[in-house]
């Protein structure tokens, strides 16, 4: 049989007692005004008639008031007393019912006794005798730490859980260990309350609108608290210094980090539930120097990594070259673009090519950033010289991998290394140019051997990342056709888009996009230049013919970068002004 709904046992029984009021205290406010006198008669204070006395007419106003006070405060009790029971498994259906009967003895005598002032204590013993025996007989059930106690300490304990439950319900953002262990949301009293506050106020911002890293560098003087997001940094709430060292301290502590040592580097997880965007993972980055502390909070790492090879975003007339080139064993291919415009997504996702259950697939990194299943990853240890990277690296090289990624080059002899195994070894290597042809000339002099250089390189992938347009408030305008022509854009291209981050309801009124937040880009997209060495451009590579090279390569149809970005645009996908900041930051 299904368990007894409270509100509805409780209904019928405080509908009753209402209606039991109502009849009580009706004729103190419906008393009929004596009539008034007939022509020619009078009627003075000593000869006018008075009604006899009457209990009914007695009740007074404050009297109703108090009884609806100890039925709605008996009402919230044993609707809690409900809960608990049903819990704890604690007979609720036998315990319902005895406080319906318990109400419904102790309002009938309320209302029944002539004498209100006896009426409530008698009453309020009874009710309260009902109450008593529920916890008396629930404290032998439960467990001795759940036990209802009337000393100082339980009622400390039992404010504080309300206390910590409320501040759980308020916050926007709660904080868990790397295992999901929730922690309690500092209060006022607490020294890390200040801190939390401010952490939140970053992440409210930062978490709704797609970031990818959150910052916070402290010294004496001043805080610096910033969000990355789509590759932009953006200025978060003011934090105070003291305020700030204390939220270092403060997260370091709940991702399982040493507190006390504020000079080493050190890395940790801890998760979030956010109010609006859901679960995260942040990783945590804390070090220190003689010129302050610093944090830095990555949202969801890894979360793009894992994207696949064909939807990284090359155009057709990019794609099938490359695959082409990349289908043949052995070679290097160099992944060039500046800091945070996805090099490691681009190289995770060359590396996801090749099955590594029928080749030997190794990285040696500097940290993993996202684990492949049967991919070998070597971590190169942190202070590790150019020798010992290289010592090892030749040792990787001697167990005969089919295919290798190589987080950066230590020096010259790295190269040298990688290149004289590429006749059967299949290496990725980041190295950060402003294109793909300075790329290639970077890497023909780090070799000092043009034949070397043009014999190991496979294909060159630059890249840059552009924010998308937010397609709910993106604005359409007819481009000028001098800028057009200025740009090497047809002239047939009647419309292109720019951000706004503002949208107009139904009304005709202006307001920030919800979909974006006022930012105008929601992601980003990358633009590539690839760079396919077959026969041809290796010879030109190594007769150093520079100026025939660019020709061949643009007659198999080559896209610069800025030909591939502004392909974005006229698909609308982003605007000029985007791919005007993308491509300068490599100019840097």
């Given at each position: 049989m299904d368990k007894p709904d409270t509100a509805k046992?409780?209904?019928?029984?405080i509908a009753l007692l209402a209606l039991v009021l109502l009849l009580f205290t009706w004729p103190a406010f419906s008393q009929e005004a004596p009539a008034a006198p007939a022509d020619g008669q009078t009627e003075t204070l000593t000869t006018m008639s008075v009604p006899p006395a009457s209990p009914v007419y007695l009740v007074s106003v404050y009297k109703p008031i108090i009884f609806l006070i100890l039925l709605t405060g008996w009402g919230w009790i044993v609707g809690n007393l409900d809960k608990d029971a049903e819990y704890y498994f604690l007979k609720r259906t036998v315990w319902a019912s005895a406080h319906m009967v318990a109400g419904a003895v102790g309002f009938g005598v309320l209302l029944l006794v002539p004498l209100f002032w006896v009426g409530l204590p008698l009453a309020i013993l009874i009710l309260g005798g009902e109450i008593a025996g529920y916890i008396y007989y629930r404290n032998e059930q439960v467990p001795a730490k759940d036990k209802w106690t009337?000393?100082?300490?339980?009622?400390?304990?039992?404010?504080?859980?309300?206390?910590?439950?409320?501040?759980?319900?308020?916050?926007?953002?709660?904080?868990?260990?790397?295992?999901?262990?929730?922690?309690?949301v500092p209060m006022g009293d607490d020294p890390n309350h200040a801190a939390h506050l401010a952490l939140e106020a970053g992440l409210d911002f930062a978490l709704p609108r797609g970031a990818e890293q959150?910052?916070?560098?402290?010294?004496?003087?001043?805080?610096?608290?910033?969000t990355r997001i789509d590759g932009v940094r953006h200025a978060l709430p003011e934090v105070e210094p003291a305020v700030a060292v204390t939220l270092i301290d403060y997260v370091k502590g709940i991702a399982k980090l040493d507190v006390a040592d504020r000079r080493k580097k050190q890395v940790g997880i801890l998760r979030c539930d956010h109010s609006t965007t859901g679960r995260h993972t942040l990783e945590a980055h804390t070090a220190g120097s003689t010129r302050g502390l610093s944090l830095s909070l990555r949202i969801d790492p890894g979360a793009q990594v894992g994207i696949a090879f064909e939807k990284l975003g090359l155009a057709p007339v990019q794609l099938s070259p490359l695959k082409a080139a990349l289908a043949e064993p052995g070679g290097i291919v160099l992944v060039t673009a500046p800091s945070k415009h996805g090099t490691t997504t681009t190289i995770y996702s060359l590396l996801q090519e090749h099955d590594p259950y029928i080749a030997s697939v190794m990285t040696w990194e500097d940290e993993v950033a996202y684990p492949i299943e049967g991919v070998s990853h070597n971590v190169i240890p942190p202070g590790s010289s150019a020798d010992q990277i290289n010592e090892r690296l030749g040792a990787m090289l001697r167990s005969d991998p089919n295919v290798m990624m190589v987080g950066r080059l230590a020096d010259a002899k790295t190269a040298k290394m990688l290149a004289d195994a590429a006749e059967e070894v299949r290496?990725?290597?980041?190295?950060?140019?402003?294109?793909?042809?300075?790329?290639?000339?970077?890497?023909?002099?780090?070799?000092?051997?043009?034949?070397?250089?043009?014999?190991?390189?496979?294909?060159?992938?630059?890249?840059?990342?552009?924010?998308?347009?937010c397609p709910t408030c993106r604005q359409s305008y007819t481009p000028d056709p001098g800028a057009l022509k200025k740009l090497s854009l047809p002239a047939t291209v009647d419309k292109l888009y720019r951000a706004s981050g503002k949208v107009t309801d139904e009304k005709g009124r202006e307001m920030t996009c919800p979909a974006?937040?006022?930012?105008?880009?929601?992601?980003?997209?990358?633009?590539?230049?690839?760079?396919?060495?077959?026969?041809?451009?290796?010879?030109?590579?190594?007769?150093?013919?520079?100026?025939?090279?660019?020709a061949h390569l643009r007659k198999n149809r080559m896209l610069y970068l800025q030909e591939s970005a502004l392909a974005k645009v006229v698909e609308g996908v982003t605007d000029i002004k985007e791919i005007t900041r993308a491509l300068a930051e490599g100019k840097k």
């Open positions: 046992l409780m209904t019928p029984t009337a000393s100082l300490d339980s009622f400390r304990n039992k404010t504080s859980q309300m206390r910590q439950a409320h501040a759980k319900h308020s916050a926007s953002v709660l904080l868990m260990t790397k295992d999901d262990t929730k922690q309690d959150v910052d916070l560098l402290v010294d004496a003087e001043k805080a610096r608290f910033t290496c990725y290597l980041p190295l950060p140019k402003e294109d793909a042809m300075s790329s290639l000339i970077a890497w023909v002099k780090l070799l000092g051997d043009q034949k070397l250089a043009a014999r190991s390189l496979r294909a060159v992938v630059a890249q840059r990342l552009v924010r998308r347009l974006c937040h006022g930012m105008g880009y929601r992601g980003r997209v990358a633009v590539f230049e690839s760079l396919v060495v077959d026969d041809t451009a290796r010879e030109l590579i190594a007769t150093n013919q520079g100026d025939k090279l660019k």
